[in-house]
C-alpha cells in the first residue's frame, strides 16, 4: 500500500502546477506587437478617408464657385448687350444685323495683271 500511495503522488506532482501566484498573461510579445500594427493601421485608413472627403468637397466648392461666377459674367453679357440694344433704338439707329454696315474695314485687293502668253 505505501509503495501505490507514493507512486500517486509522484503523478501528481508531476502533472499539477505548483501552488503559488502566477502573473497573468493574456498577450504575448509578438501579439502586443500584431495588434499595435493592426490598430496603427486602422488609424491610418480612418485618416485617409477622412482627407479624402475633405479634398473632394474642397473639390465641389471650388467648382461651385467658379459656375457662379461663370453664370454672373453670362448674365453681364446679356445685360449689357440688352443695354447696347436699347440705347440704339433710342437714338434711332436700326438694329437689324442684316441693313447695319460691316464694322471690319475691308482690305483693298491689289488688281490682278493677267499675262498671256501668245
Same mark, same amino acid.
Given at each position: 500500500?505505501?509503495?501505490?500511495?507514493? !507512486?500517486?503522488?509522484?503523478?501528481?506532482?508531476?502533472?499539477?502546477?505548483?501552488?503559488?501566484?502566477?502573473?497573468?498573461?493574456? #498577450?504575448?510579445?509578438?501579439?502586443? #506587437? !500584431? #495588434?499595435?500594427?493592426?490598430?496603427?493601421?486602422?488609424?491610418?485608413?480612418?485618416?485617409?478617408?477622412?482627407?479624402?472627403?475633405?479634398?473632394?468637397?474642397?473639390?465641389?466648392?471650388?467648382?461651385?464657385?467658379?459656375?457662379?461666377?461663370?453664370?454672373?459674367?453670362?448674365?453681364?453679357?446679356?445685360?449689357?448687350?440688352?443695354?447696347?440694344?436699347?440705347?440704339?433704338?433710342?437714338?434711332?439707329? $436700326?438694329?437689324?444685323?442684316?441693313?447695319?454696315?460691316?464694322?471690319?474695314? $475691308?482690305?483693298?485687293?491689289?488688281?490682278?495683271?493677267?499675262?498671256?502668253?501668245?
Amino acid at each position: 500500500m505505501g509503495t501505490r500511495a507514493e !507512486s500517486s503522488q509522484d503523478v501528481a506532482a508531476v502533472t499539477a502546477p505548483p501552488r503559488g501566484k502566477r502573473p497573468k498573461r493574456f #498577450l504575448e510579445k509578438n501579439d502586443a #506587437l !500584431s #495588434l499595435a500594427a493592426s490598430i496603427a493601421e486602422t488609424e491610418e485608413k480612418k485618416t485617409l478617408t477622412k482627407k479624402e472627403k475633405h479634398h473632394k468637397l474642397l473639390q465641389k466648392d471650388a467648382k461651385s464657385i467658379l459656375l457662379a461666377k461663370k453664370a454672373q459674367a453670362k448674365k453681364e453679357r446679356s445685360k449689357l448687350r440688352k443695354q447696347r440694344f436699347q440705347a440704339a433704338r433710342s437714338k434711332g439707329i $436700326e438694329t437689324d444685323p442684316s441693313n447695319l454696315p460691316e464694322t471690319r474695314p $475691308e482690305q483693298e485687293k491689289p488688281k490682278v495683271k493677267r499675262v498671256s502668253f501668245a
